[in-house]
């Protein structure tokens, strides 16, 4: 009982120190982005990466979600003769939805796990250690330029994948199901507007921060050597995509309770 007790106040222990760490960083990159030296160089040059390494997932994701996604509405509203909903449905459900979680978990598995190994790498071998030695802060010079690049291409990345997605079903629901072209574009226009788009920057917004300050927190604390760099890698990913699963719910509640996204449903 007292060993349960033991492990148990020790693993309290450490959460809120992960989290009060966590913390810290984040609250340093926010900070430390309104400070010089601004390195746009090196922001641009992430944000290249995050956009370019992520562009071909998410095209390939955002498109087939968007045809299966009009597949499956199509067969659930014949059954109530209600087919010309599809297109506004299928749009709701990406711009609200799909399109800023499905993004954030593709670029998440891309970009998130890959700057997790980088950092990582660099804990390891010292280069860390060694940017210190020299007098730069390696939070404002290896974090804040990735979180930046990573926030602002996240929303980026989601306007694209609603695109290719309404793309997708536009294709599904005109030539497979047969809905006119006027209809599903009518459908569309009806049901969204500026509050559903809201709702899909304020939300690929957060999620982009997120998944960055994640990707760069477990990297830049890894321990334990190549080993060690494996098992951060695979920690960024997964709880980089269960804070976006679990924050896109309350996420979700608030703008439903101030208004945002969602006020006539």
Not at 22 to 50: K, L, W
Request: glycine share 14%.
């Amino acid at each position: 009982m007292l060993a349960a007790l033991d492990a148990l106040g020790g693993y309290i222990l450490y959460l809120l120190e992960t989290l009060g760490r966590y913390g810290r960083m984040c609250g340093a990159s926010i900070t430390m982005a309104f400070r010089r030296p601004f390195r746009v160089h090196m922001i641009i040059e992430q944000a290249v990466g995050v956009g370019v390494n992520s562009s071909v997932i998410i095209l390939l994701t955002s498109l087939f979600t968007g045809m299966v996604f009009s597949l499956q509405l199509g067969s659930a509203f014949q059954r109530f003769g209600a087919e010309g909903l599809i297109g506004g449905a299928t749009m709701l459900a990406l711009v609200r939805e799909l399109g800023p979680v499905l993004t954030a978990l593709m670029v998440t598995g891309r970009c998130g796990s890959a700057m997790a190994a980088e950092l990582g790498t660099m804990r390891v071998t010292e280069q860390i250690d060694a940017l210190g030695a020299m007098g730069i802060d390696p939070v404002k010079y290896l974090v804040v330029p990735r979180v930046i690049a990573t926030t602002l291409v996240v929303p980026v990345l989601t306007l694209i994948f609603v695109f290719v997605g309404g793309v997708g079903s536009y294709f599904v629901s005109t030539v497979i199901l047969n809905i006119s072209p006027g209809g599903w574009w009518q459908n569309v226009i009806e049901l969204i507007d500026m509050g559903d788009l809201n709702n899909m920057w304020i939300k690929s917004t957060i999620f982009g921060f997120t998944l960055a300050t994640v990707g760069c927190y477990v990297g830049f604390f890894t321990t334990g050597g190549a080993r060690g760099v494996g098992r951060s890698t695979t920690r960024s990913v997964v709880t980089a995509s269960v804070l976006v699963l679990v924050g896109d719910y309350f996420i979700t509640s608030l703008l439903l309770n101030l208004g945002i996204g969602g006020s006539r449903s």
